[in-house]
């Protein structure tokens, strides 16, 4: 089953840019990612926006992601995650 993770990362773009640099991403998501989207919330922060084949894969690809935010000292604390069931996906 198919699911949504919802992020506020309370990183700067620059932040968002520099993180998918090291951690080495291309045009496409991490395997087992269906779709990602990073979006300016009114704060100026990222916001991201993910569907995933599985909770386990999305959870897997977040502790890489963590330990290169911890590691680079990006952001204001920790991000808030929240993960949804997906019911359905429509695209163009």
Not at 25 to 48: E, K, N
């Amino acid at each position: 089953m198919a699911i949504a993770r919802i992020i506020e990362t309370r990183i700067t773009p620059a932040e968002y840019d520099q993180m998918r640099e090291r951690l080495g991403m291309g045009d496409s998501p991490p395997p087992g990612g269906l779709f990602h989207v990073a979006a300016l919330a009114d704060d100026g922060t990222v916001r991201i926006v993910e569907v995933w084949d599985s909770r386990e894969q999305a959870e897997a690809w977040g502790e890489k992601v963590a330990a290169a935010r911890t590691e680079a000292g990006f952001g204001d604390g920790p991000p808030t995650i929240e993960y949804l069931e997906v019911h359905s996906i429509v695209q163009r």
